[in-house]
DNA sequence: ACCCATAAGTTGTCTCTACAACCATCCATG
DNA sequence: CATGGATGGTTGTAGAGACAACTTATGGGT
């Protein structure tokens, strides 16, 4: 534990216990569904998905590993360990950066492409059967207010902001504290 | 699914995408965050701390393996290897149920008891920094509803049905919206 | 009493993730 | 124009989950 001793705990009430055990149980059911779906229909997982997503939209279908790893709140080595498994069924290259001679440009190929657009429709039924359809639209936009409260206080260090604030309807959003200037807002 | 028999592309529109994009981030991005924060404290993961939490508040501290399996939202064959870890970190024991032979009951030990205790401040408090005290109470009644919807859309929906089918002496089978349900983590 | 379908767990294997150590490159400064 | 610190990525390894195959036990039907 970080510090301190016997100080009394803030335990939870039962209003926040009721809700912290649902968001748990959540948190454990909700990925492995869909994940179960994805590699079936399109033997991706949903993590790779969100990589060919990415990438799909990046402007000349690549992007720096970092900025893909931020794009998908991913790590770098875990990003780069995907990535690797990734080109070997030819999914992705990856060239190193011409600017950037440390950098690695990861490029979706024609295959990646043709992978992610076989993917979609079945994930996107998903999400809908799963997730989206389930709730009525006032709690849609309910949880869209909820995660986007608890995601900005997890990003201290930022980067992934820019990732979902993309899909932001009009501009709704606009964080100050946004350091992720060489990132791609363009779309 | 709901209406408009179109099979056809069942884009997100907008608002929709935006509340996906940002659930998806956010189950990338939670757990690994409470994960590493119990082990380092710890040494436990999120799951095996859930198993404790269940085992600890159950009648003689023990459960039967798919009891346990259905409170803590996983699969059999993932909780067996789960328990058999923690087994041989004497954390937990497993015996054979006497009144079914095919059944084996997990019962916490003296040690695994006194590493909830000691988990359990650092971990409330990690839940309360990244989630309880960062919403507004309508917030966090929000969220369990929502939570709610959807955990009982995918546990009727789900593999897991199977499993939740046998519940002896406690028959809340259907506990719906109610919040002062008997499912607690120790707090 | 005997089958056979089903339930409860376990195990094996392969994939995936986390963590830490590591190498290479860039760049600001003297 | 060397050099120390930061930045960008990769890799090794060990731990954890998914899935399927398997074992043993239960229970209902005939």
Redesign the pocket.
């Known amino acids: 534990m970080p510090h301190d001793g016997a100080v009394d705990v803030p335990w939870l009430d039962r209003t926040q216990l009721a809700a912290w055990v649902r968001v748990a149980a959540l948190l454990e059911v909700l990925p492995?569904t869909l994940?179960?779906q994805l590699?079936r229909d399109a033997d991706v997982?949903l993590?790779e998905y969100f990589v060919l997503a990415m990438l799909s939209e990046a402007p000349g279908r690549g992007l720096?590993?970092?900025d893909l790893?931020a794009q998908t709140s991913?790590?770098?080595?875990?990003?780069?360990?995907?990535?690797?498994?990734m080109e070997s069924r030819g999914l992705v290259e990856?060239r190193p950066?011409p600017d950037?001679?440390?950098?690695?440009?990861a490029v979706l190929t024609d295959g990646g492409m043709a992978r992610i657009e076989q993917a979609a429709p079945g994930h996107v039924r998903a999400v809908r059967a799963h997730v989206v359809d389930i709730l009525t639209p006032e709690q849609l936009s309910q949880l869209t207010a909820i995660a986007d409260a608890l995601l900005r206080h997890l990003d201290t260090s930022g980067g992934m902001a820019a990732m979902y604030r993309r899909y932001d309807d009009d501009d709704a959003a606009d964080d100050a504290d946004d350091p992720s200037s060489g990132n791609d807002i363009r779309a």
Chains 1, 2 share one sequence.
Do not use: G, N
Request: proline residues 3%; aromatic residues 4%; without cysteine.
């Open positions: 492995s994940d179960s590699r997982t993590f720096r590993m970092s790893a991913a790590t770098l080595p875990r990003l780069s360990h995907v990535v690797k498994r990856r950066d950037d001679r440390r950098a690695t440009v």
